[in-house]
């Protein structure tokens, strides 16, 4: 019903940037929250960065002041925008979206993309 379609994502020298997209398609009502998670090998899947639809966001505090979350809302794309990366930043990011869909418009249900990895090396 919903695909989740992530890109961007590569290799980079440390202190290096790179930007993610996530675009969402399929019978879809409405997006609420959108979000990124990465999982690096040997650890849990963790929360990077979230947005409401309204565009309030949250960061993982490794993250803050680096990595900028957006989304455009008649797009149903969100962005990741990750600047000054780190070696600790290697990782699969996915994408997470709460989603409406025709079949289900009144409660929202979490589609997730396939993940695009993102490696810190020089």
């Known amino acids: 019903q919903v695909q989740l379609v992530e890109s961007g994502g590569g290799l980079v020298q440390p202190g290096g940037s790179l930007r993610l997209s996530c675009a969402a398609s399929g019978s879809i009502v409405s997006i609420s929250t959108m979000g990124w998670y990465r999982q690096a090998p040997g650890k849990q899947r963790e929360l990077v960065a979230a947005?409401?639809?309204?565009?309030?966001?949250n960061y993982a505090d490794s993250v803050k002041g680096r990595f900028t979350i957006s989304r455009d809302n008649a797009k149903n794309t969100v962005y990741l925008q990750m600047n000054s990366l780190k070696p600790e930043d290697t990782a699969v990011y996915y994408c997470?979206?709460?989603?409406?869909?025709?079949?289900?418009?009144?409660?929202?249900?979490?589609?997730w993309g396939q993940g695009t990895q993102v490696t810190v090396s020089s």
């Open positions: 947005i409401t639809r309204g565009g309030s966001t």
């Open positions: 997470n979206a709460n989603v409406r869909t025709i079949t289900n418009p009144l409660s929202g249900t979490e589609y």
